[in-house]
């Protein structure tokens, strides 16, 4: 069983809109920390953001925020006015008890200007 | 400035070669690790090492082999065991386990 799902292959935004990449997981972990990666074109992957299970607060980190339902399982990232350096891929990743990450098959953002 | 170096950025291999990927980083960081990523598909570990000297296999370890003799350097050769070596290989380094992972800017590996 998929352990992230992804439902989002694809995405257009405009420019300046705010973007919700949907990230939901399966785990039976209480201690579990969840990620989210950014691979543009080049390849690299830049980390973005991270939130861990007992965090009470939704993760923040400049236009980027974590909006984290434990109960539904789930871990949208939320890009607030979008700009055209945004467009990428966009990876949730989770880390399990044994540290190893498990990831997503990914969202293709695109910004149009 | 600190980071993580993968070179070649292009890799050709022949049908029965080895080949070696490089990863070099100058983090201080003490786990490093390898993934495979695939079109359309999120990244699966190969290997990882939390010391030098020490590495664990990952979910697809047949067919590739590691070294840690140094902190800075994780290099990762793909055998010819490995039979669909065509893939992005991407290395990452951590502070230590279950840390942040950073990466560096991947390989990408044809066979010929």
């Known amino acids: 069983a998929q352990k992230i799902t992804q439902t989002q292959p694809g995405m257009f935004v405009q420019e300046k809109e705010a973007v919700t990449l949907d990230c939901t997981y399966d785990t039976s972990d209480q201690s579990y920390g969840l990620f989210w990666y950014k691979q543009p074109s080049s390849g690299e992957m830049i980390f973005l953001i991270y939130?861990?299970?007992?965090d009470e607060q939704n993760a923040t980190e400049g236009r980027y925020s974590l909006n984290f339902q434990k109960a539904r399982k789930s871990a949208n990232l939320v890009i607030s006015a979008s700009q055209l350096g945004d467009s990428a891929m966009y990876f949730c990743?989770?880390?399990?008890?044994?540290?190893?990450?498990?990831w997503g098959a990914g969202t293709k953002l695109i910004i149009k200007p | 400035d600190g980071g993580i170096t993968q070179s070649p950025k292009y890799l050709f291999r022949k049908e029965g070669q080895n080949v070696t990927l490089s990863c070099e980083q100058n983090?201080?960081?003490?786990?490093m690790y390898w993934y495979r990523q695939d079109p359309g598909q999120g990244l699966r570990l190969i290997y990882y090492s939390q010391i030098v000297n020490d590495f664990q296999k990952g979910d697809i370890a047949e067919g590739y082999s590691v070294s840690r003799e140094k902190k800075e350097s994780f290099p990762l050769t793909v055998t010819s065991a490995q039979k669909n070596p065509t893939a992005f290989y991407l290395c990452a380094s951590s502070m230590d386990r279950g840390n942040i992972q950073y990466f560096g800017a991947g390989t990408r590996l044809s066979v010929l």
């Open positions: 939130q861990g299970s007992y």
């Open positions: 990743a989770m880390r399990e008890l044994n540290y190893q990450l498990i």
């Open positions: 983090l201080n960081h003490d786990a």
